[in-house]
T-cell receptor, first 114, second 112 residues
Framework: DAGITQSPRHKVTETGTPVTLRCHQT?????MYWYRQDPGHGLRLIHYSYGVKDTDKGEVSDGYSVSRSKTEDFLLTLESATSSQTSVYFCAISDGAGYNQPQHFGDGTRLSIL | GQQVMQIPQYQHVQEGEDFTTYCNSSTTLSNIQWYKQRPGGHPVFLIQLVKSGEVKKQKRLTFQFGEAKKNSSLHITATQTTDVGTYFCAGVGGGSQGNLIFGKGTKLSVKP
């Protein structure tokens, strides 16, 4: 498996609190992605990065922000968590643009907002 | 926006039976990727199809890309319990980087 580490793996928090999820890679891949996975919806792209400090919005970006200050780290922040953001969050990486290269996924973070 | 539809949503088979999942796009795809996610696991890349009418095989798995590049299928011959999981197709979406749009997946269960 690709060297991708997501932290934390599980988190329970309360509505209105800030939450930051971390994705760390050791593959030196340029592209990094954050997805959420919900029953009946499959995988939906939240934000992605195509280089250090280069990020863009995905399909479901409202309520989320990201930062990438180093090639190896991609952070996803929920500024004020809501119950609708309860989900499993996956980070993925690819060596080239995602439409042309395989994406490799981390093990996921299960986030519960009470 | 672009949509990638996948059917069926669920499939229950007896071990040894064949299985097929279908993927359809509202627009022409430049390529399509397939992933498998085991229960409790993360999606794992299986294959990418690029050419119109392309057929690729991986042991008991056969992947096809339609002539019009708007549909694709994954066929598993003689399913085994190790095939259990959710199979996703993904095609190119919009945006400046052409990101993947995933179908909702087909969840396969195999009865021994």
């Amino acid at each position: 498996d690709a060297g991708i580490t997501q932290s934390p793996r599980h988190k329970v928090t309360e509505t209105g609190t800030p939450v930051t999820l971390r994705c760390h890679q050791t593959e030196n891949h340029r592209y990094m992605y954050w997805y959420r996975q919900d029953p009946g919806h499959g995988l939906r792209l939240i934000h992605y990065s195509y280089g250090v400090k280069d990020t863009d919005k995905g399909e479901v970006s409202d309520g989320y922000s990201v930062s990438r200050s180093k090639t190896e780290d991609f952070l996803l922040t929920l500024e004020s968590a809501t119950s609708s953001q309860t989900s499993v969050y996956f980070c993925a990486i690819s060596d080239g643009a995602g439409y042309n290269q395989p994406q490799h996924f981390g093990d996921g973070t299960r986030l519960s907002i009470l | 926006g672009q949509q990638v539809m996948q059917i069926p949503q669920y499939q229950h088979v007896q071990e040894g039976e064949d299985f097929t999942t279908y993927c359809n796009s509202s627009t022409t795809l430049s390529n399509i990727q397939w992933y498998k996610q085991r229960p409790g696991g993360h999606p794992v890349f299986l294959i990418q199809l690029v050419k119109s009418g392309e057929v690729k095989k991986q042991k008991r798995l056969t992947f096809q890309f339609g002539e019009a590049k708007k549909n694709s299928s994954l066929h598993i011959t003689a399913t085994q319990t190790t095939d259990v999981g959710t199979y996703f197709c993904a095609g190119v979406g919009g945006g400046s980087q052409g990101n993947l749009i995933f179908g909702k997946g087909t969840k396969l269960s195999v009865k021994p």
